[in-house]
């Protein structure tokens, strides 16, 4: 009964934080100076006259108070209606089944690498210490204090421009199909962007596991287990990765809003044909379905990992169960 409880109000939780999200960037965009048949028109907007722009308008539901156009929006969503995408001039459930794929290989590739990479440097750090730790936190702080947008084009300007060891843009080549690119040609487009994003979130959860795993390579228990004999690698093993794992898991968590914002930058930068650059084409052109599909897709995925990490928390330590 208790869990029935627990699930339900996680679910009713995880409903309200959705409509708020919606809701905050409906009114973000309402407010926004972007008019959306400005954008709509581009340069046909010097020969429309108002007729036509009271045609778009009332075809677009524009027409009607704020509060109606958001409750109509919500309407269709709850029966399965995402919406239009004037940017695209297709349906916003097809603008986003074209591009998540991109997206997903991109973000949860460097999600799932920053996290090994950070845990590993971690680890290194803590337990070698001397140099080898100084060299580490150097390269985590330099790294934590780069924008990834900046990071992105110094990739671009040594290994595609000046070296051309890499491709220049893109999830393909140019003029190529995407049904045409063969698997080779898919890895060679996402090495660039997949390493801007990967060295991206590394130095938080590296930073985090170092101090954990010093603080427990200090604590009183693994100082009885010297004692008894126990070698430097029997520590790490039985008592410090998983106790550092607890906040490695958390920054891991916690990182994947930001892992999100770090993917709209490096796909600008990288023409990548993901979720992030048709949510910067939307905001452009006050494309307000599918922006508000994005951000309700993006608060849904950010909400359901950190309930899967106090999930997997009691896995890696039952303490916590108690």
């Not at 999600?111 to 730790?133: E, H, K, N, Q």
């Not at 936190?137 to 990739?155: E, G, H, K, Q």
């Amino acid at each position: 009964m208790d869990l029935q409880l627990t699930v339900a109000a996680r679910l009713i939780r995880q409903v309200l934080l959705l409509a708020t999200v919606a809701l905050a960037v409906f009114l973000l965009m309402k407010t926004s100076p972007v008019d959306p048949i400005d954008a709509y028109l581009g340069p046909a907007i010097a020969t429309a006259g108002p007729e036509q722009r009271a045609q778009i308008a009332a075809a677009w539901g524009l027409d009607q108070p704020a509060h109606v156009q958001f409750l109509a929006w919500a309407g269709h969503v709850l029966r399965g209606d995402l919406g239009f995408s004037t940017t695209y001039h297709a349906p916003v459930a097809q603008v986003m089944g074209d591009r998540i794929g991109a997206s997903l290989a991109l973000t949860g590739l460097a999600w799932l690498l920053s996290g090994l990479l950070g845990f590993a440097l971690g680890v290194i750090a803590a337990v070698r210490g001397g140099w080898i730790d100084r060299v580490i936190r150097l390269y985590c702080y330099v790294l934590a204090s780069t924008p990834t947008f900046w990071f992105a084009m110094i990739l671009l300007m040594v290994f595609s421009v000046t070296l051309g060891w890499t491709p220049i843009c893109c999830s393909g080549p140019i003029g190529v199909p995407p049904d045409q690119v063969s698997f080779v040609q898919r890895l060679q487009h996402l090495i660039l962007p997949l390493t801007a994003l990967t060295l991206f979130g590394v130095a938080q959860i590296a930073l985090h596991t170092r101090v954990k795993l010093i603080e427990v390579l200090q604590s009183d228990y693994v100082l009885l287990a010297r004692a008894q004999g126990a070698s430097a690698l029997d520590i790490v093993w039985h008592h410090g990765l998983r106790n550092a794992a607890l906040p490695a898991l958390t920054v891991m968590m916690a990182s994947i809003g930001e892992l999100f914002g770090g993917a709209i930058l490096a796909e600008q930068v990288f023409a990548w044909p993901g979720l992030g650059r048709a949510s910067v084409e939307a905001g452009m052109k006050g494309d307000v379905p599918l922006l508000l599909a994005i951000a309700v897709l993006t608060a849904l995925v950010v909400s359901s990992a950190n309930m899967l990490a106090d999930w997997l928390y009691q896995l890696v330590d039952p303490r916590v169960r108690q």
